[in-house]
């Protein structure tokens, strides 16, 4: 079993839809949530940290449930610039640096 | 401001032979780590460094492949002799060990390796 799962996508939906992703991660001793985004043939960049009370930064709405392990991104309003890859991030442990990657989720925003 | 710097951004090689990358940091960080980026395993981890001690290298696939860092503003990721199954995009990212972003990691542009 993978670390870190998610649906792979493609997610096509049109411009102004709401879309959600999810993903599991099986460490337990993982305290620290992140989604990053990777444009094609980029770099990845954060996106938002994911914390235990849920956070919302503009359009994008981060859920976290520790008993399920289980972590949410929402956005809302897609907008074209939103196509990306989106990849859910979590912690090798209490205080571990080391951070483990999902394979990601592929949002195409349509017209 | 510079962010992380990777050199080459392309690299095409013949099996068996070295292959180093490089890697500045962003000024002030005090982790580095080395990632590999495939389409069949996503993103890596290899090693990362801090304050230019390596801590975990348990992500180095095999002894072909070593990285060092001499000092606070460069790293090196070593492959030798490279294989074909070693073509993936490497990156390189840096993070500040006091920040209020805990844990954020800056990415450079990565480099892409294809060995023939």
């Known amino acids: 079993r993978k670390e870190v799962e998610q649906d792979p996508g493609p997610f096509n939906v049109p411009e102004g839809a709401t879309v959600a992703f999810n993903c599991t991660y099986s460490?337990?001793?993982?305290?620290?949530f992140f989604w990053y985004r990777q444009d094609c043939r980029k770099e990845p960049k954060l996106l938002m940290s994911v914390y235990s009370s849920g956070n919302e930064d503009g359009r994008f709405t981060a859920q976290l449930n520790r008993a399920s392990q289980y972590i949410s991104l929402l956005i809302r309003d897609s907008k074209l610039s939103d196509s990306a890859t989106y990849l859910c991030?979590?912690?090798?442990?209490?205080?571990?640096?080391?951070?483990?990657f999902g394979s990601g989720t592929r949002l195409q925003v349509q017209p | 401001d510079a962010g992380v710097i990777q050199s080459p951004r392309h690299e095409v090689t013949e099996m068996g032979q070295e292959v180093t990358l490089r890697c500045k940091p962003i000024s002030g960080h005090d982790y580095l780590f080395w990632y590999r980026q495939t389409m069949m395993r996503g993103l890596e981890l290899l090693i990362y460094f801090n304050n230019n001690v390596p801590i975990d290298d348990s992500g180095m696939p095999e002894d072909r492949f070593s990285a060092k860092m001499p000092n606070a503003s460069f790293s090196t990721l070593k492959i030798q002799p490279s294989e074909p199954r070693d073509s993936a995009v490497y990156f390189c990212?840096?993070?500040?060990?006091?920040?209020?972003?805990?844990?954020?990691?800056?990415f450079g542009p990565g480099t892409r390796l294809t060995v023939l």
């Open positions: 991030v979590v912690n090798r442990g209490t205080g571990r640096r080391a951070l483990t």
């Open positions: 460490n337990s001793a993982s305290q620290s």
């Open positions: 990212a840096s993070s500040l060990g006091r920040s209020s972003s805990y844990n954020e990691q800056f």
